[in-house]
């Protein structure tokens, strides 16, 4: 399994950026995908997810409105829209595969494969 | 948003330490707990998920547990790559939240 995240660089406040995710190594069209962030020596931010076709789709919600999630499943590609961007926006972003795990008592999701990130720097 | 608080924020200690790490939920989120290792410039790599089952290539000296709102990650004999930044995250409820990272250094 492999994840390979592209689109990064530098951009102007206010600008927009696309990223790109490219899988490899499974069945993209099978799994739920994320995106997560991580400014400069800080920690991990979720950003968004989106279902295996498609949706469902999640935002945190400080991104709403500016960020957009989105999957093509016959190019195998995962995308990040970014609009209006911040310097608080600046980070490196991974994208992550979803993988879901269900016993008798939870049914939840953890992110078994990440891809090595893409810097997002947001400066004038 | 789930609130998840990690302590120590950082430690000291020698190889062949046992180290425990502990997060806080905000509020009960059974098991749906997950712990990463981050190494500098690395990505983020999972060790245990669901509280306390053992990702598949993880050493079997890493070990979670806990449930509800308290929850531990335990390296029971420290190894020279093991230092590292160690964050909890729950997947009860979107926006999945992440610990503020525990960063284990060399005593």
């Known amino acids: ?124 | 948003d789930i609130q998840m608080t990690q302590s120590p924020s950082s430690l000291s200690a020698s190889v062949g330490d046992r180290v425990t790490i502990t997060c806080r939920a905000s509020q009960s989120i059974s098991r749906y707990l997950n712990w990463y290792e981050q190494k500098p410039g690395k990505a983020p790599n999972l060790l245990i998920y669901a509280a306390s089952s053992l990702q598949s290539g993880v050493p079997s000296r890493f070990s979670g547990s806990g449930s509800g709102t308290d929850f531990t990650l335990t390296i029971s004999s420290l190894q020279p790559e093991d230092f590292a930044t160690y964050y909890c995250q729950q997947s009860y409820r979107t926006p999945w939240t992440f610990g503020q990272g525990t960063k284990v250094e060399i005593k």
């Open chain 1, 1 to 124: 399994v492999q994840l390979v995240e592209s689109g990064g660089g530098l951009v102007k406040p206010g600008g927009s950026l696309r990223l790109s995710c490219e899988p490899s190594g499974f069945i993209f069209s099978d799994y739920y995908m994320s995106w997560i962030r991580q400014a400069p020596g800080k920690g991990l931010e979720w950003v968004a997810h989106i279902g295996s076709s498609g949706s469902p789709i999640y935002y945190a919600e400080s991104l709403k409105g500016r960020f957009t999630i989105s999957r093509d499943n016959a190019r195998n590609s995962l995308y990040l829209q970014m609009n209006t961007l911040r310097a608080d926006d600046t980070a490196v972003y991974y994208c992550a595969r979803e993988r879901y795990y269900h016993d008798t008592s939870v049914y939840l999701r953890y992110f078994d494969y990440w891809g090595q990130g893409t810097l997002v720097t947001v400066s004038s």
